[in-house]
């Protein structure tokens, strides 16, 4: 989806395209061409589709990313697609990456020009784009304010395990448990002081960074509103088996089937008030500004803000 249209992928991989056309609702000026296609991704205002034969398809808002004749000669031989707000990044098989769309949210890589060569990983942030080179070297470029925010030059010290984008900061989890943080420190680029060793998983929302210890503990970071302060539910936070975002809360699975939730009350951040109904869940998932549960029993459970489908109560009947 993109804000204001849907695409799909058929059985027979093509593409089924509806909604707003200046969205990407209408894609008959390239129907023809998506055939064979095997993802779909979008940006805010348009959509980029991988096809088998390695060729990239756009269609949508030009300057969000609909329109890739600046660089269409080089989307060839792809082998990933990714994108965020305002730009898309391709990863070929020879290990270059290419950009195209608004500037301000990445799509501009003048930056890095001529250094987008034997990429391994692609993240996007909200404004940024980041790249782990084979040689574990950091690239990072996008928005001026986070380009700002982030070192010249930056070497992971081992491999990479997990890499997790806010909404204007990165965090790589290395192989060794150590994690590393950079971009802007109001959206979790700058982790606690000595604390980021010994872990297993990381998570990002929007504002904050959550990252699951070797203990089976959290640890938060960032935004202290937006979960990147757990200090109110710590003595709760033991036995985690799986963390999870909305874009301004977390919620913490246990091993016992409880779960937690901190961050913004309204947007998901407090379950407690449903501590009864949380017991033995299997499954948990978000909106952007709301959690459901599945409990073993095949019970849905849902909090956060109403409008984001955090209230179920009319359909409560159903959810079982």
Do not use: M
């Not at 992928?9 to 990407?24: C, I, P």
């Not at 195209?100 to 692609?122: E, F, M, N, P």
């Not at 010249?152 to 491999?159: F, H, I, P, V």
């Not at 060794?176 to 060793?197: C, I, Q, Y």
């Amino acid at each position: 989806a993109t804000y204001a249209a849907f695409a799909a992928l058929r059985g027979d991989a093509r593409v089924v395209s509806w909604g707003e056309a200046e969205s990407g609702g209408d894609a008959r000026e390239v129907q023809d061409q998506l055939v064979d296609v095997l993802q779909i991704v979008s940006t805010g205002y348009a959509f980029a589709a991988l096809r088998r034969d390695g060729r990239v398809v756009t269609w949508g808002a030009h300057d969000y990313g609909g329109d890739s004749s600046s660089c269409s000669e080089r989307l060839e031989n792809v082998t990933e697609l990714h994108a965020r707000h305002g730009a898309f990044a391709a990863l070929r098989k020879d290990g270059e990456a290419v950009v195209w769309g608004k500037a301000h949210y990445g799509g501009d890589c003048s930056s890095v020009t001529g250094q987008l060569t034997d990429v391994r990983r692609i993240c996007a942030g909200f404004f940024a784009f980041t790249v782990i080179k084979a040689n574990r070297e950091v690239l990072t470029w996008g928005n001026v304010d986070v380009e700002a925010c982030c070192p010249n030059q930056l070497t992971l010290s081992t491999e990479l395990l997990d890499l997790q984008a806010s909404h204007s900061a990165f965090c790589a989890l290395l192989v060794d448990g150590t994690a590393v943080t950079w971009g802007d420190e109001r959206f979790g680029g700058s982790g606690p002081s000595g604390k980021l060793s010994g872990l297993t998983a990381i998570k990002a929302n929007a504002y904050a960074f959550a990252a699951l210890t070797a203990t089976a503990e959290v640890i938060a970071w960032g935004n202290p509103f937006c979960g990147g302060d757990c200090s109110a539910v710590q003595e709760q936070l033991h036995q985690v088996q799986e963390l999870f975002a909305a874009q301004y809360a977390f919620a913490a699975l246990l091993s016992h089937g409880g779960v937690v939730a901190w961050g913004d009350a309204d947007s998901g951040g407090d379950c407690s008030w449903l501590s009864a109904e949380l017991q033995d869940v299997q499954e948990v998932c978000s909106s952007a500004q709301a959690f459901c549960a599945r409990t073993r029993h095949g019970h849905v459970v849902c909090w956060g803000r109403r409008e984001f489908g955090g209230d179920s109560s009319g359909v409560d009947d159903d959810l079982w």
